[in-house]
């Protein structure tokens, strides 16, 4: 059975990751001249997605590695992790033109704090790749959830991680099966929620994880018509002692 141990082991390699490729980005905030806000957004463009590839690489890597462990202690025999994607460099380019927005208002600050929370997602989307491609190739046929970590999970990542252990492939996991973003749909700028496998669904349990609770709190707040943000937003003033963090 996967431990909250092996969680834990899992988000703290890539939070690491993500923590050196956020590093670099505040050295380079810090080596260039604020006032020029279109030289550097330019360099921006050049920069983060550098940045994104490489780290993402670096967290595709620690999440095979977490991989073929916990597979080896729950199954048994060799398996070679395939590494998953870094992410789209049209979608970084996306992120960075959004944030430096905030450099011609002279908000440098607030460019390089958007900026950071979508280098985490960038980064940390080459780790839930891999779980989730491996998820699919995997002869063992495991299966995969979506599972919050920290003690303030945030409304979103809740009604995801209520599905449970029901997760299969990459395209079963989307919010809407025509959306074409795939697992970006499913997490947040500084979400720490991790794509976890188990082998064995039907006894997977990880403490501090309780899917039907989730689920039960998503099903009481829900109202007919609501949009995903308007139930997240409900589920917070219905249950304000869970949801101690706003979303």
């Not at 780790?127 to 491609?133: K, Y």
């Not at 995969?144 to 990542?157: E, Q």
């Not at 989307?174 to 749909?185: A, Q, V």
Request: charge should be negative; include cysteine.
């Amino acid at each position: 059975m996967v431990a909250r141990s092996d969680v834990s082991r899992l988000a703290d390699a890539t939070g690491k990751v993500s923590a050196d490729a956020e590093a670099l980005l505040a050295d380079f905030f810090r080596s260039v001249d604020l006032g020029k806000p279109e030289r550097v957004r330019d360099a921006l463009l050049e920069v983060v997605p550098a940045i994104s590839s490489e780290f993402g690489d670096l967290s595709a890597g620690v999440a095979a590695d977490w991989y073929e462990q916990v597979r080896a202690k729950e199954v048994g025999g060799r398996y070679v992790a395939r590494l998953g994607s870094p992410d789209d460099a049209d979608r970084v380019i996306g992120s960075v033109r959004w944030a430096s927005g905030e450099l011609f208002k002279d908000n440098p600050q607030g460019a390089f704090d958007l900026l950071k929370g979508a280098l985490q997602r960038h980064v940390t989307y080459g780790a839930r790749d891999t779980i989730a491609r491996n998820v699919r190739l995997d002869p063992a046929r495991p299966r995969f959830a979506h599972v919050p970590t920290g003690s303030d999970p945030c409304g979103f990542c809740v009604i995801m991680g209520s599905r449970g252990w029901v997760y299969t492939t990459r395209e079963a996991a989307e919010l809407n099966p025509k959306d074409r973003d795939g697992l970006h749909s499913q997490f947040h700028d500084n979400c720490h929620c991790q794509v976890v496998a188990s082998w064995d669904a039907t006894q997977a349990h990880i403490d501090g994880y309780d899917p039907d609770l989730y689920y039960s709190m998503y099903e009481s707040s829900r109202k007919p018509g609501d949009s995903l943000g308007q139930t997240v937003n409900r589920m917070r003033k219905d249950f304000p002692d869970f949801f101690r963090v706003a979303t």
